[in-house]
């Protein structure tokens, strides 16, 4: 197990209740490129132990704490993934919902501790967001409106179709 020293500037820090082992081990499994490190931290007001954690996924580590019920996820901030291929999303969209999760549209979806992920192509930004045509970018937009799980082969024919 690797020993993490906060070498981003800003950290993701996430709040479980009562799961954060089982948290750590579903991100680990759901991604490839993951690892972490779980330790106890003895809260000095009430004596109750604490676990916190240090994980990270692809290149972005996160911090975590097993705090409690006073604080929940909301979709209001979520984690965005630019996937290299419909492969990577099609594992992402499987993996991340499974065991209580749900997904819903343009990407979206929430895995079962409640995280908010988006699951998107890494050409989104070219298709969408950069799109120096208004006009494909619109149709890209109207595409992606349609759909739950984001499909690369569609989304790049509503661009390519004049």
């Not at 240090?54 to 993934?81: C, N």
Request: hydrophobic residues 40%; contains cysteine.
């Amino acid at each position: 197990m690797a020993t993490f020293k906060a070498q981003q500037k800003v950290n993701p820090f996430l709040w479980f209740n009562g799961n954060l082992e089982e948290a750590l081990k579903f991100y680990t499994s759901v991604f490839k490129n993951s690892e972490s490190e779980l330790s106890s931290l003895t809260d000095p007001n009430s004596g109750h132990k604490m676990l916190v954690a240090t994980f990270r996924i692809e290149d972005q580590q996160f911090m975590a704490l097993d705090g409690g019920p006073m604080f929940t996820f909301s979709p209001a901030v979520s984690f965005y993934i630019d996937c290299k291929d419909q492969e990577e999303i099609d594992h992402l969209w499987e993996a991340l919902p499974a065991g209580g999760g749900k997904t819903s549209q343009c990407g979206w979806l929430e895995d079962k501790f409640g995280v908010t992920w988006q699951i998107a192509p890494a050409i989104m930004s070219d298709l969408l967001y950069n799109n120096p045509n208004s006009a494909k970018a619109q149709r890209v937009m109207a595409a992606m409106m349609k759909m739950t799980k984001l499909n690369i082969k569609e989304l790049q024919e509503a661009n390519d179709n004049d």
